[in-house]
């Protein structure tokens, strides 16, 4: 469960970095070449797979009764943000 637990967070993070990613799009800004890598890498191209992998973990351990469902706030955040990521990469 701790695996869990730190895996939520870390999503969350990188899901900060999308929803960064997705604003700095509309807006035109020159970032150094070092924040730039952080953001393309954090939340472009792993935000969305491991947001996935936390959700089926998250789905699979309610399934399996390891963990009671409680709405709290970062993976209810999780959630809502891979499907606005599903909506975004897939349309």
Same mark, same amino acid.
């Given at each position: 469960?701790?695996?869990? $637990? ?15 990613? !997705?604003?700095?799009?509309? =807006?035109?800004?020159?970032?150094? %070449? ?5 953001? /393309? /890498?954090? %939340?472009?191209?792993? +935000? ?6 936390? +959700? !089926?973990?998250? /789905?699979? +351990? ?7 469902? @409680?709405?709290?706030? /970062?993976?209810? =955040?999780?959630? !809502?943000?891979?499907?606005? @990521? $599903? ?5």
């Amino acid at each position: 469960m701790k695996g869990f $637990l730190f895996l939520s967070k870390l999503v969350f993070v990188l899901n900060l970095l999308f929803v960064l990613c !997705v604003v700095l799009r509309l =807006v035109a800004v020159e970032w150094s %070449g070092t924040i730039a890598s952080i953001l /393309i /890498i954090g %939340g472009w191209m792993l +935000a969305f797979p491991l947001n996935a992998v936390a +959700a !089926v973990w998250g /789905i699979v +351990a309610l399934l399996r009764k390891e963990m009671e469902f @409680q709405l709290k706030s /970062i993976p209810f =955040v999780n959630a !809502v943000l891979l499907i606005f @990521q $599903l909506f975004f990469f897939l349309l």
